[in-house]
């Protein structure tokens, strides 16, 4: 047991600064009292989630959403809150000229100006300090025969190389594929094969991150992700949960099963302490932070489910082909009330046992509800 709370105490998850913006769906987007006003503001939301959880020590920031003049003082505001910036996010999807793609557009201007912004997010990274650069194309087509499909990967390629090769230190690219929307007919990076493709090319500084939100229905998640961990390919995780499409719902709110499933993989392959954990959802109708609290909760939970198979009753019931032995062992973790052990972990590391329950308590949502006026959608508004 108290190796299984060491793990779960080691496990650091990211929040996504655009979590704590106003969003909604391309319908409507609901705005909330109290929403930050500037990435300073999303910043110090994202440290009340890692004051109150112990697991959420960094933000990711997106360029531009999170614009600012000088990204040096921007993590060194960060680093007095509490937090660390992390993952810096793309945006080559929220421009007139990247209508037909950014990086794989037919057009040799679009595709300079695309890479460009991707160079710059490199820049901004060293002046943060961080490490990961995470890349999603919304780069397709809506037609049969409108670009050529093949030509489109070569721009692709010679893209991701020249942005992967300005990376220096322990930089890494994370490349997340996404099946489809906004393109509905063909999308450049649709699927895990093609983003570990391009990153097999480029070299061990490019790794696939899986967003559990962008594939098809019954897709097989798990196995995705015991494949590319023994590949060594797997970079990281964006983590939502959805019933239809792309919905961004807070992880594990769908189906904690499949969080149990993928996070036994990720537990099997060891890769707990290799792969960033990272949260990439909308809190359109609940509150922002007790909702990225509760997913940070809904992760750990599924972790410390993950981490209470008895590995050796399973390869045994696996070697002699004992299908309703192996079936039950898993399902004993899976079914196991894991909160009473997580709770006792938080009280041992001095936080409260139920982070919801303190953040309510503490008056920080009536505080920034009175002082916030005018606060922004998160730029992700569908
Ligand atoms: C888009 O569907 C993806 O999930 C990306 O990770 C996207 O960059 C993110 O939602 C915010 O930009
Ligand atoms: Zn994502
Ligand atoms: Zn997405």
Redesign the pocket.
């Known amino acids: 047991m108290d190796a299984v709370k060491a793990k779960l105490a080691g496990q650091r998850i990211e929040t ?1 600064s ?1 979590a704590y913006g106003n969003s909604g769906t391309r319908f409507k987007v609901f705005t909330q009292p109290g929403v930050p006003r500037s990435p300073e503001e999303k910043i110090d939301d994202a440290a009340q989630v890692h004051a109150f959880t112990g697991a959420a020590p960094s933000v990711a920031l ?1 360029i531009p959403w999170d614009k600012v003049d000088d990204y040096g003082a921007l993590a060194r505001y960060a680093r007095d809150a509490g937090v660390v910036v992390g993952t810096i ?3 080559v ?1 929220q421009d007139d000229d990247y209508k037909l793609g950014s990086v794989t557009n037919p057009d040799p201007a679009v595709r300079r100006k695309a890479v460009d912004h991707l160079l710059e997010c490199v820049d901004v990274m060293d002046a943060t300090g961080s490490r990961d650069l ?1 890349l ?1 194309f ?1 780069d397709g087509t809506n037609y049969p025969g409108q670009d050529d499909i093949r030509d489109r990967q070569d721009r692709l390629a010679e893209a991701l190389a020249t942005v992967y090769n300005r990376l220096t230190g322990d930089q890494r690219m994370l490349l ?1 594929y ?1 099946l489809f ?1 906004p393109a509905f007919y063909t999308t450049d990076v649709p699927d895990w094969g093609t983003s570990y493709a391009h990153c097999l090319k480029l070299g061990e500084r490019a790794t696939v ?1 899986v ?1 559990t ?2 594939h098809a229905p019954g897709t097989n998640i798990e196995f995705i992700v015991a494949f590319l961990l023994r590949e060594g390919k797997l970079g990281a995780f ?1 983590f939502n949960s959805r019933f239809y499409a ?1 919905d ?1 719902l807070m992880v594990g709110a769908a189906d904690p099963f499949q969080l149990f499933r993928i996070l036994y993989e990720v537990v099997r392959g060891d890769g707990l302490e290799l792969v960033s954990f990272m949260l ?1 959802q909308c809190h359109n109708i609940e509150l922002k932070i007790p909702g990225q609290i509760r997913s940070i909760c809904n992760v750990q939970e599924a972790t410390a489910k993950a981490l209470l198979v008895d590995r050796a009753a399973l390869k045994s019931a696996q070697d002699s082909g004992d299908v309703l032995a192996a079936n039950d062992v898993f399902m004993d973790a899976y079914n196991t009330d894991v909160r009473p052990l997580l709770a006792e972990l938080r009280t041992e590391r001095g936080l409260d046992p139920d982070p919801v329950a303190a953040y309510r308590r503490s008056g920080y949502q009536q505080k920034i509800a009175a002082e916030r006026v005018g606060g922004e959608q998160a ?2 508004g569908a």
């Open positions: 996504p655009w997106h996010n793309s945006n999807f995470k999603w919304s997340e996404k929307e991150c967003d939100g962008h964006d792309d961004d990439d730029g992700w």
